[in-house]
């Protein structure tokens, strides 16, 4: 029974409707009951694919991802220099796919989680193996709040409504995604589609495509949208990608955006690939990924903070690093940070 309930929690993370907004089914993401990956890399898994995933793996790979068998680089970050910074472009990565971005003094946070554990319940689920880089009473004044979509590992409540408490920033999400966190008492939110943009504080957030999904629950699939952002500001770009699968929508967004600075890029939950592939890319397609932004600076996440999927823990980076080298891309532009590790661009 504790294996079926993990399992259950394990699929809403990996995997509230609400009204106010009209579908628009002329666009090819838009369905009258929720949205749907346009493109045709993507292919749909069902729930009795997800137990076969489940119920297949071998024992052996317990070891395989049990965080114990590994130690991971980390770095103390009481973020002194962070909080007196008000000019430099910066990113620091906090763990998994939060990371605190400076630009044009601003402070912007992506899928912020500090709980324990990526779950509905704080008993069960997917347990955090490596503690947050900043303690989020370091954290300087938060201005933005960027959320991919609302998986528990990325919309993580308990951070969101803890943040809003400290610091009432401006919460940017997909749209059908705003009463879910207005019904939580977080009241400054703006909901975007896909090519949607706001312009606050001197700067054009933008919500671009990914190739996801989203839910909460086992009822709730693609009632949300996910995506990714854009962030322009006065002379810096930066590109957060949330969760997704390798697809032909990077080279859409390069068209767009032609000048990227900062690609911040997931690289982790990849296995096994025939479950995962149509919504997680592994390393490869990250490096893919990269080069098809035409973007100038690769950041990896989305690893090394819970254990999600069936690939080594330590697998992800060595993977990258891997495929960086191998496209002979500049090798100082790929930015393999300890989690809590800042670096200021020039």
Known sequence: MNKLIFSLLIYSTLSCSNAGYFMNEKKPHHRK????????????????????????RGSELEKVIDPKNYKFSYVENNAEEIRKNTNKFSVT???????????????ILTDPIWSERCSPLSFVGPKRYVKPGIEMKNLPRIHFVLISHNHYDHMDLPSLKELNKRFSPT?????KNKQFLESNGIQNVIELDWWDHVFRDGL???FTPTQHFSARGLLDRNETLWGSFIIEGQENTFYFAGDTAYFPGFKEIAEK????????????????????????????????AFMDLKAKYLLPMHYQTFVLTDEPLDEPLKLCKKEYEAKQLPPNHLLP?????TYFFR
């Open 33 to 56: 009951d929720g949205f749907v990956n346009p493109y045709p890399t993507y292919k749909e898994h069902n729930f009795s694919d997800f137990l076969k995933w489940r119920w297949n």
């Open 171 to 175: 919460f940017i999400v997909g749209l």
């Open 337 to 341: 940070l300890k989690i809590g590790e």
């Open 204 to 206: 054009r957030i933008h």
């Open 93 to 107: 990565w906090i763990g998994h796919a939060t990371s605190l971005i400076q630009l044009d003094g601003k402070n």
């Open 257 to 288: 955006f032609p000048r990227i600075d900062l690609a911040i890029l997931p690289i982790g939950a990849y296995e096994p690939r025939w479950f995962m592939s149509p919504v997680h890319m592994d390393p490869a397609g990250a490096v893919l």
